[in-house]
T-cell receptor, first 115, second 114 residues
Framework: GDSVTQTEGPVTVSESESLIINCTYS????????LFWYVRYPGEGLQLLLK?????QKGSSRGFEATYNKETTSFHLQKASVQESDSAVYYC????????????FGSGTKLTVEP | DMKVTQMPRYLIKRMGENVLLECGQD?????MYWYRQDPGLGLQLIYI???????SEGDIPKGYRVSRKKREHFSLILDSAKTNQTSVYFC?????????????FGHGTKLSVL
């Protein structure tokens, strides 16, 4: 089936360190999935961080980057230098390239950035 | 103000009671969704609504029903709640039904069924 597997949390890093949260996907019924990262800050709802709809392309937002790698079926989230305000739960998701807007989410990775 | 509002934020019910979770959005979005998330699992789609009275089952609809009588409101109903429906429920909305569109989420409702 279609699914997403991401780094199990919680993950704790120190401010200004680099970060990578792994995400791999299985898209057996979706030929060309769209890939997303959503983030949930404390006390808030999930919000879109970045999306990439074309294999080989990179998306970026708020200092985060993710590259859509069709060969390795991966969409890892990276940031060179994290800040305390990046503490949140990060969700990788994939969706079909169709009219039916269903997203398959990973279980989320809780990130804590220590000062 | 581009907001999705869920009520209530926390809810405790006894097994067999009826549960109503409400969701509203102020963006006139056509499409609305109900997801649930259990510990260690991703968000799972319960129902999707494409507009007023145009609802479709998601991946885990059993034990749930929905109502959408106004574009701004989408309700999730549990008739005779079960303990395995203890979960965090998220409502979301988007402009249309296209798969690359951004979803706007509510804060979530944490439901405990005892």
């Amino acid at each position: 089936g279609d699914s997403v597997t991401q780094t199990e949390g919680p993950v704790t890093v120190s401010e200004s360190e680099s970060l990578i949260i792994n995400c791999t996907y299985s898209a057996t019924s979706i030929a060309y999935p769209n890939l997303f990262w959503y983030v949930r800050y404390p006390g808030e709802g999930l919000q879109l961080l970045l999306k990439v709809i074309t294999a080989g392309q990179k998306g970026s937002s708020r200092g985060f980057e993710a590259t859509y790698n069709k060969e390795t079926t991966s969409f890892h989230l990276q940031k060179a230098s994290v800040q305390e305000s990046d503490s949140a739960v990060y969700y990788c998701a994939l969706g079909p390239m169709s009219n039916y807007n269903v997203l398959y989410f990973g279980s989320g990775t809780k990130l804590t950035v220590e000062p | 103000d581009m907001k999705v509002t869920q009520m209530p934020r926390y809810l405790i019910k006894r097994m067999g009671e009826n549960v109503l979770l409400e969701c509203g959005q102020d963006m006139s979005h056509e499409t609305m969704y109900w997801y649930r998330q259990d510990p260690g699992l991703g968000l799972q789609l319960i129902y999707i609504s494409y507009d007023v009275d145009s609802n479709s089952e998601g991946d885990i609809p059993k034990g749930y029903r929905v109502s959408r009588k106004k574009r701004e409101h989408f309700s999730l109903i549990l008739d005779s709640a079960k303990t395995n429906q203890t979960s965090v429920y998220f409502c979301a909305s988007s402009w249309g039904g296209f798969s690359n569109e951004r979803l706007f989420f509510g804060h979530g409702t944490k439901l405990s069924v005892l």
